[in-house]
Each structure stands twice: as structure tokens, then as C-alpha cells.
């Protein structure tokens, strides 16, 4: 089991590594505080004599986010979804999302970004724990006050998410290590000088945290999260944040 979990951290660590190697001459650094809460559930109870209806789901999240130095409000998400269960294990998805966000993301003003969303999700157990994957798209909408505003084109971006979860089951059944990465991709540039959003690497997120399940609804998860966000054409330095995150997930 240990050795696995040996396995695991040093997955980890090359996620971190491909984070700092990505690095440009200009990056800045950030510490920041995450909190959220990621809610899902299916439309059973409407009706529980119909087993269609489980087929049905719904999605809601919350999330607060702190920088400068976890000093003073930078971004929160609000996004609701709903699913459609293809089998047990994939589900596809379509919602909204709204971030308001301000520094350091911002420059001067906070800006407001509308986003629509779909995305698939694939999770299965394994002998050595339970691997999730999440492909979403985003169509993303920026008012004027968005940093370096361009023409207000529409940005399309690609995110892949890989999750592993491995219980450690010697300290304690409940207990899993929790190693992830998601990678970011701009698929399109939007046309302002200097640029905004350049077509290409984005960001990635590589996460390695500790999950313990409290019950059969709600798990609780808490590490450190590195994220680095890439601006290779923009005025703006690429940005590198530390990030504690907490997480509380809960599946009805």
C-alpha cells in the first residue's frame, strides 16, 4: 500500500515540477486560501417509482477564493449544471458559471465573467483506488472592465482533469491520499493588443491533499494546490499561486 502511495507522491511531484519548468522570466507569486463546496445529485425523489428519473442529475457548486496573500477577496464561482447519467460510471453535462473576480487576477477594477459549460465525467474503483476523469468545455464572456479588454470575442477553452484517490486503509478506511493535475487550453486568442487570452497552454493545476469520507454523503478534502497560469503574448507576468485548498463534496 505505502509503496503505491510512494508511487503516487512522485507523480505528484513531476505535476509540481512541469508547473515551476513552465515558468517565464516574469512571474509573479501568490499565496491563497480556496474554499468550496461541490454538491450533485439525481431527480429520483421525484418520482421514486420511476428509475429513469436517477438518470437525471443536477449540479451545484460554491467557491470563495483569497489572494494577496490571502488578504482580501479575488474570485468566487457560482456554478449550477445539469446531467444526464449515459451509464454508471459516465455522465455528461451543461450549465452556467459566474466569476466575479478581482486581485490579482484583475489589474485596476473587478470584472465580472459569464461562462457556459458542458462536460463529460468518467470515475471507476480499482484495486489500487478510484480514478475520475472530467473533460469540460467553456465558452467564457468578459465585461468591460475585464484586464487588457479586446473586442469582447468569446473565449473557448478546453479543461482536462485526472483525479486519483487512494485509500489508506492502514491509518484509517475513510482516509484516501488525493493526488490531481488539470490542464488548461485556450482554444482560441481574443483579439486585442496586447493580448488577454492567447491561444495554447493556459494554466495547470496540480493538487495532492488528503480526503477523508465523513459519511456515505459527504466527503471533506485539504491540500496544496500550485497553479500556474501562462500569458506568453500579454503585458501581464505569467502568475504562479500557492494555494490551500478545502474542499467539501457532497452526492446525493
Do not use: C
Given at each position: 500500500?505505502?509503496?503505491?502511495?510512494?508511487?503516487?507522491?512522485?507523480?505528484?511531484?513531476?505535476?509540481?515540477?512541469?508547473?515551476?519548468?513552465?515558468?517565464?522570466?516574469?512571474?509573479?507569486?501568490?499565496?491563497?486560501?480556496?474554499?468550496?463546496?461541490?454538491?450533485?445529485?439525481?431527480?429520483?425523489?421525484?418520482?421514486?417509482?420511476?428509475?429513469?428519473?436517477?438518470?437525471?442529475?443536477?449540479?451545484?457548486?460554491?467557491?470563495?477564493?483569497?489572494?494577496?496573500?490571502?488578504?482580501?477577496?479575488?474570485?468566487?464561482?457560482?456554478?449550477?449544471?445539469?446531467?444526464?447519467?449515459?451509464?454508471?460510471?459516465?455522465?455528461?453535462?451543461?450549465?452556467?458559471?459566474?466569476?466575479?473576480?478581482?486581485?490579482?487576477?484583475?489589474?485596476?477594477?473587478?470584472?465580472?465573467e459569464h461562462r457556459i459549460w458542458?462536460?463529460?465525467?468518467?470515475?471507476?474503483?480499482?484495486?489500487?483506488?478510484?480514478?475520475?476523469?472530467?473533460?469540460?468545455?467553456?465558452?467564457?464572456?468578459?465585461?468591460?472592465?475585464?484586464?487588457?479588454?479586446?473586442?469582447?470575442?468569446?473565449?473557448?477553452?478546453?479543461?482536462?482533469?485526472?483525479?486519483?484517490?487512494?485509500?489508506?486503509?492502514?491509518?484509517?478506511?475513510?482516509?484516501?491520499?488525493?493526488?490531481?493535475?488539470?490542464?488548461?487550453?485556450?482554444?482560441?486568442?481574443?483579439?486585442?493588443?496586447?493580448?488577454?487570452?492567447?491561444?495554447?497552454?493556459?494554466?495547470?493545476?496540480?493538487?495532492?491533499?488528503?480526503?477523508?469520507?465523513?459519511?456515505?454523503?459527504?466527503t471533506v478534502e485539504l491540500g496544496?494546490?500550485?497553479?500556474?497560469?501562462?500569458?506568453?503574448?500579454?503585458?501581464?507576468?505569467?502568475?504562479?499561486?500557492?494555494?490551500?485548498?478545502?474542499?467539501?463534496?457532497?452526492?446525493?
Amino acid at each position: 500500500m505505502f509503496k503505491r502511495i510512494g508511487i503516487f507522491i512522485v507523480f505528484a511531484a513531476l505535476s509540481l515540477t512541469f508547473n515551476r519548468t513552465a515558468l517565464a522570466d516574469k512571474t509573479v507569486e501568490d499565496f491563497e486560501v480556496w474554499g468550496g463546496i461541490f454538491t450533485q445529485g439525481n431527480f429520483g425523489f421525484v418520482n421514486p417509482q420511476n428509475p429513469d428519473l436517477k438518470k437525471f442529475r443536477w449540479w451545484m457548486e460554491g467557491q470563495g477564493r483569497f489572494g494577496n496573500d490571502a488578504t482580501q477577496f479575488t474570485q468566487s464561482l457560482i456554478r449550477p449544471g445539469l446531467g444526464y447519467a449515459i451509464t454508471d460510471k459516465i455522465v455528461v453535462w451543461a450549465g452556467y458559471a459566474w466569476a466575479p473576480s478581482a486581485e490579482p487576477l484583475s489589474i485596476a477594477h473587478p470584472f465580472n465573467e459569464h461562462r457556459i459549460w458542458q462536460q463529460v465525467t468518467w470515475s471507476d474503483n480499482f484495486p489500487f483506488g478510484r480514478l475520475s476523469l472530467r473533460s469540460r468545455f467553456e465558452q467564457r464572456f468578459f465585461d468591460h472592465n475585464a484586464p487588457l479588454p479586446g473586442n469582447n470575442d468569446v473565449a473557448h477553452r478546453f479543461r482536462q482533469l485526472v483525479k486519483l484517490a487512494v485509500p489508506i486503509t492502514p491509518i484509517d478506511p475513510n482516509l484516501s491520499f488525493i493526488v490531481q493535475s488539470e490542464l488548461f487550453i485556450a482554444m482560441t486568442t481574443i483579439d486585442n493588443n496586447p493580448g488577454f487570452i492567447s491561444r495554447g497552454y493556459d494554466q495547470n493545476r496540480a493538487f495532492v491533499g488528503l480526503g477523508y469520507k465523513v459519511n456515505q454523503y459527504a466527503t471533506v478534502e485539504l491540500g496544496y494546490m500550485n497553479q500556474f497560469i501562462n500569458r506568453p503574448h500579454s503585458a501581464r507576468p505569467d502568475q504562479m499561486m500557492h494555494n490551500l485548498v478545502a474542499s467539501l463534496f457532497l452526492n446525493f
